[in-house]
């Protein structure tokens, strides 16, 4: 078998176990060979197929090689910073001053209407550097801080630059957030503005290639189930999966409507009830964790993991690295923080962030596991065993990204 690369004397953990392992599928002396950038054989070396050659051959010299890490929950494309106003929250400021001060997220959404394509270019390549990293080769990005056609546009289209291969190798998804907050030319309207977004936004970027999911935000603050209804409707009409910000704040039956439509995902969740739960293990709709907004805006009600695990729901975990409620860009602290804050195993959150990572974007098919078949992204770790890529404060040990088998 002709190969392009082998690497060899490598311990796997190839995500793609059965539930009675865990899950992790750890091989102890294991051999990975790609060509034309998939996987060929990941496996034991003892049961590799005889005839492998291949021009380039790596000794791992004991590393731990995993599926290249996945963060699939972000709003990466955006201006600005919001340090001033957390500085502000710290002296006693409410949001609410600070929103009639021009603050908040309406905030941010004027930096990034100001700013070119080619400032949002310069602004997210560090965070996305900071997550490759860490061994990520899949991000998905949100927009949602345009709020109009042309600056929704202008997000999405700067995404899809990141991904090329001359800015970086990396596979991003993009996801239209399309009802994330009113804009201020729509204030008081909400319901006009769900008519502008299913009738004009959203239709010409799905035109226009720019979408590969369609996001909400369900919540008091954000919008009604009825009004995320009518966008999912709008969104499915047209062939595009969708996606929810789900009982983050307080429960809006927006996991119930989630598994109405067989959502992608649902995020957030920490509100979510029971009823809710069984509906997206009913209907296979993963839930995506995302413990950064949990810490910075010191949330005190935890996500139902157990309710989670009994009902066999796929938990995902992501950074939601955003402007706002959770400026995050290290998947590794993600790990700690879902292990330390919302008590998940070690095997758990290694899962969230390959395999049911994979499950939470769509991409089940070509990546989050080290199987025949599909994308060779990998992530080589100088550690003796998985539980240190969770345990360790601050460390990177990562010793090489590999996306698409190069």
């Not at 959203?202 to 209804?229: H, M, T, W, Y």
């Not at 949990?294 to 009600?301: A, M, P, T």
């Not at 974007?361 to 990546?367: D, K, N, P, Q, V």
């Amino acid at each position: 078998m002709r190969c392009d690369r082998i690497w060899r004397n490598a311990r796997l953990a190839t995500m793609a176990g059965s539930p009675a392992d865990d899950g992790l599928g750890l091989v102890d002396d294991g051999l990975i060979a790609c060509g034309k950038g998939r996987i060929l054989y990941a496996g034991a070396a003892n049961a590799a197929p005889r005839d492998l050659e291949a021009p380039e051959s790596v000794d791992c010299m004991g590393r731990l090689i995993t599926p290249g890490l996945i963060d699939c929950h972000t709003h990466l494309v955006y201006a600005g910073n919001r340090a001033h106003e957390f500085e502000q929250r710290l002296k006693g400021v409410s949001y609410e001053a600070i929103a009639r001060q021009g603050g908040g997220i309406m905030s941010t959404v004027k930096e990034t209407r100001l700013a070119t394509d080619e400032q949002l270019l310069a602004a997210s390549l560090p965070r996305l550097n900071a997550l490759m990293n860490e061994g990520v080769t899949t991000v998905e990005i949100k927009s949602g801080y345009g709020l109009t056609l042309e600056h929704e546009r202008k997000q999405l289209r700067v995404a899809r630059e990141l991904a090329s291969p001359n800015v970086r190798g990396m596979n991003i998804t993009t996801t239209l957030l399309a009802a994330h907050a009113l804009p201020p030319e729509f204030a008081g309207r909400a319901d006009d503005y769900v008519d502008e977004i299913c009738r004009h936004i959203l239709p010409a970027l799905i035109k226009e290639g720019l979408v590969d999911a369609v996001d909400a935000f369900c919540e008091n603050i954000g919008f009604s189930r009825e009004q995320c209804k009518r966008v999912f409707n709008a969104a499915t009409a047209q062939g595009v999966r969708v996606k929810l910000h789900a009982e983050q704040l307080s429960d809006q039956e927006g996991a119930a409507l989630a598994a109405a439509f067989r959502a992608l995902s649902a995020d957030h969740l920490e509100y979510a009830s029971e009823p809710g739960i069984e509906a997206m293990a009913r209907e296979g709709v993963a839930a995506v964790l995302l413990p950064g907004a949990f810490y910075f805006l010191r949330e005190k009600q935890l996500p139902p993991i157990d309710l989670l695990r009994q009902h066999g729901v796929a938990m995902a975990l992501a950074t939601d690295h955003n402007p706002g409620t959770s400026p995050l860009t290290s998947i590794l602290l993600v790990l700690n923080m879902a292990a330390t804050l919302f008590r998940m195993t070690v095997d758990e959150c290694l899962l969230g962030v390959t395999r049911h990572a994979a499950k939470a974007l769509g991409m089940s098919e070509s990546i989050g596991t080290l199987e025949a078949g599909k994308q060779c992204d990998l992530a080589i770790w100088n550690v003796e065993r998985p539980a240190e890529l969770v345990y360790a404060i601050g460390a990177n040990p990562l010793h090489e990204r590999v996306w698409r088998g190069a």
